[in-house]
């Protein structure tokens, strides 16, 4: 629909892929609706997963043991002058962290992103899922969810105070108002992921990706488009499947999404 | 139990955090049982979660676009000598990769395991779960999850070839014989994670990351291990979770796995 944002966060090493070409479809068709579409490319971005210290800015100090050198090698100077006030700032200009004594990740990010003190490359995905009425998340399913090259993105975009609060998440969400969609490839088939299944109902392995990420920052969900069994499909079975999602994309903008509760997932 | 060997997969930041305590208690507590225990500290030893190229040893072709620079450049040199092998030569020089045209990171990790040229640190860690008897992995969960650095670890180290084959997963999975347990914490309280709770009931969560991954790749599951509430626990309240642990402990070698089907997880 012509004046819609569109994010595509993409986690695939390799433009030929599957992955590849359904990120390509799903770029062409929306462009030709109108939208403004953004990619996240996240291999070649060569985003960063891990969720560590370096997510908060202006702290210049990388683990307790270097704290304590620094506490250390400032004591002298703090006792002689007896002065909290000079020891206090000396500790804030070389930490920017609420408590550097022990680190706790999700309060520190919450406090950063607070304070605008969160890394560049944060930031950077926060404003584009800001900007987006849908956010598409395409990607082949490693070990029954996002490969950790995506789910680094998940941990360090979505952080408290820019997602969700406490209170402040589930239909609450700081997201709602959004739309979420996990395109997913997988090796095995459609067979295998049914409750009778060896791998049972996909629906399952969807519930922490879709209810407890997604809902949980007030995501509205459309239907996942999951291409199953690439590892056993024809060059035939493949133009159907990226046709198939071309086609829907056509209609996207009229779905109503999942009702995302247990039911979905568990009972049906 | 004396001689048996443990690995602890540890996912935090912070050594002085409540899960630094719990992976403490766990190896002393197994160490005095006379257990050899290794403990992969993924956050320490800086563990690359990215799934690519750089994973296959002797490729010094990074991209994709980069393969074709170089088929390019050597173009005329093949036309001129009219020489097939040559050419192959140039090419084999510098890519290691079975398809260097469409990277495809699954099958090339499967063959690159097979020709022990898969990268040093995934080596090391396939090395330590393969002297292992158990494998703890210690974390926070992240969205319902492993954080991205553990997550990592899986998608990396339990490769097609070492943790499984095609056929050959599940309770044929290659580490068979092996145990796996799953110590995490979490923010949100034990009723939160009921099945009339918001979150659901903690064994949905679970699914992905028991059945998906570790019983895929034939590990005998044990009862999870969760610390639940932690934001508003006691200091009091964190004694009896670090106590209960160190109990369950002394007695970890006698316990039976749990029944690793979709009924432990949806039905009771």
Redesign the interface.
């Known amino acids: 629909m012509a004046g819609k944002k569109v994010l595509i966060v993409y986690a695939h090493?390799?433009?030929?892929?599957f992955n590849g070409s359904l990120k390509k479809v799903a770029v062409e068709e929306l462009s030709k609706q109108g939208c403004a579409v953004t990619v996240s490319d996240l291999?070649t971005m060569?985003?960063e997963?891990?969720?560590?210290?370096n997510d908060i800015t202006g702290d210049k100090i990388k683990s307790?043991s270097e704290y304590y050198t620094i506490l250390y090698s400032t004591a002298n100077f703090i006792m002689c002058r007896k002065c909290q006030n000079q020891f206090s700032w000396i500790l804030k200009e070389h930490c920017a962290l609420s408590n550097p004594?022990?680190?706790?990740?999700?309060i520190e990010t919450y406090e950063a992103y607070k304070k605008t003190a969160l890394s560049s490359d944060i930031l950077e995905e926060q404003r584009k899922v800001q900007e987006a009425d849908l956010v598409i998340f395409q990607f082949p399913l490693?070990?029954?969810?996002?490969?950790?090259?995506l789910?680094?993105w998940?941990?360090?975009v979505?952080c408290q105070g820019f997602a969700f609060d406490?209170p402040g998440f589930?239909d609450s969400g700081f997201l709602k108002g959004k739309l979420a969609l996990l395109s997913l490839t997988t090796?095995g088939t459609a067979e295998m992921y049914t409750?009778a299944g060896?791998?049972?109902d996909f629906r399952?392995?969807l519930?922490?990706?879709q209810?407890?990420?997604l809902h949980?920052c007030g995501f509205k969900v459309l239907a996942p488009q999951i291409s199953f069994g690439l590892d056993v499909s024809s060059e035939e079975e493949r133009k159907v499947m990226l046709a198939s999602w071309a086609q829907r994309l056509k209609g996207i903008w009229k779905e109503e999404p999942i009702h995302c509760t247990?039911s979905w997932?568990?009972q049906e």
Chains 1, 2 share one sequence.
Not at 13 to 17: F, G, K, R, T
Not at 49 to 53: D, E, G, L, V, Y
């Open positions: 090493q390799e433009p030929m892929s291999y060569n985003f997963p891990r969720a560590t210290r307790t004594e022990i680190f706790r990740y999700g490693y070990w029954f969810s996002v490969p950790a090259i789910k680094g998940m941990d360090r979505l406490i589930y090796g409750k060896l791998s049972g399952y392995f519930w922490p990706l209810h407890g990420t949980f247990p997932y568990f």
